[in-house]
């Protein structure tokens, strides 16, 4: 069974810093993995998608890598604005038959810009 | 908007009492899916539908049932209501877009409270 783990669970920091946010999975046969991001009482948005056979994604400020062999992804966020105070959550798309399409997700993160 | 529209938004209910969550999208998607996401948690797939016609139990199926209509409403069931089931609930769609990873769009939740 596939488990996603991302750390650390909360973040708080000023405006202007540059984030590194981690996700790991424990089974590397991966379709893909998506970041999203999670506002209070909202629902997911998705923020970015890499697929098993790429190694970074990059969205205006919003960088995410994925190294699929070690089952890690790290979303870096550059130059944080309190704007980007939400829950970011990670979630892979396994590749095994008739699960595919299914995600499974880690438990997210907090984050916290204040000005 | 297009998107995932999902009702009712709260409901509180008694332990044993009966309730649907009806889940529709207007983005001509072929799978749809069901999530809850406790606190701290992450998401976990409850059941989903690869297609119209088809469903098939997700990580946490147990004390609920779900129908897929038609092609656009995917509804779950609580037939006796537990505490256990306070959550929030999501459902979500996807398409295959463009080398064949799944795109996903959410509603926005319906938070249920089981007293």
């Known amino acids: 069974k596939q488990e996603v783990t991302q750390i650390p669970a909360a973040l708080s920091v000023p405006e202007g810093e540059n984030l590194v946010l981690n996700c790991s999975f424990t089974d590397s046969a991966i379709y893909n993995l998506q970041w999203f991001r999670q506002d209070p009482g909202k629902g997911l948005t998705s923020l970015l998608l890499?697929?098993?056979?790429?190694r970074e994604q990059t969205s205006g400020r919003l960088n995410a890598s994925l190294d699929k062999s070690s089952g890690r992804s790290t979303l870096y966020i550059a130059a944080s604005q309190p704007g980007d105070s939400a829950t970011y959550l990670c979630?892979?798309?396994?590749?095994?038959?008739?699960?595919?399409?299914?995600?499974?997700f880690g438990r997210g993160t907090q984050l916290t810009v204040w000005p | 908007n297009a998107g995932v529209t999902q009702t009712p938004k709260f409901q509180v209910l008694k332990t044993g009492q009966s309730m649907t969550l009806q889940c529709a999208q207007d983005m001509n998607h072929n799978s749809m899916y069901w999530y809850r996401q406790d606190p701290g948690m992450g998401l976990r797939l409850i059941y989903y539908?690869?297609?119209?016609?088809?469903?098939d139990k997700g990580e946490v199926p147990n004390g609920y049932n779900v129908s897929r209509l038609n092609k656009r409403e995917f509804s779950l069931r609580l037939e006796s209501a537990a505490p256990s089931q306070t959550s929030v609930y999501f459902c979500?769609?996807?398409?295959?877009?463009?080398?064949?990873?799944?795109?996903?769009?959410f509603g926005s939740g319906t938070r249920l409270t089981v007293v």
């Open positions: 539908s690869a297609s119209e016609g088809t469903t």
């Open positions: 979500a769609s996807s398409e295959v877009l463009t080398g064949g990873y799944y795109g996903y769009t």
């Open positions: 979630a892979v798309d396994s590749d095994r038959g008739s699960t595919l399409g299914r995600l499974y």
């Open positions: 890499i697929q098993s056979s790429q």
